[in-house]
């Protein structure tokens, strides 16, 4: 199970990767910033502070994106689907690492958002699948696959963090 991570929880790598990732995006803004935090969360897909900071940088890249970003983004997507889908249970870490190369040049990429959605779920990590549908959400609302698939990433994720909430529960505080 992979779970949520702050930057305190995290591991010297991870913290010292993701400062790293600040003192970047404080100095140069962009895809080069959106570069290196796509490294920290490919490396460390649980660390909550570094997915946040990537999805603003995809969203503000959203915005300027030209229509050649829109032809990129579907070649792309047309290649390396298949592959992230042949590895969505072999290897989920690989498949979320290639979603987000992908996510990385058009966020609303909405084939891959369910296809990270999946991997995560394959990997036992519903928040990252709960936050990729989010995704879909926002940029296909009406997609009918959407509501199925929200309601399984969540029953996954409320069935994970239940056991959580009932340890702390006994010492006074809530984790959900």
Known sequence: MLDLKTLEQSSIKAKDDFNRAQSVAA??????ALQRFKKVVQDFPDLEPAREKLRELELEKLKKNSPAAGVMSAIMTAIKLPKIKSLTYSDPFSAIAICEDL??????????LYALADAALALDAPFIAVEALSFVKRFAPKDSKLAAKMNVAKDKLARIRRPVQKINDADGEAVI
């Open 103 to 112: 996510l990385a040049i058009k966020l609303n990429n909405v084939p891959v």
């Open 27 to 32: 100095v140069v803004k962009g895809d080069v």
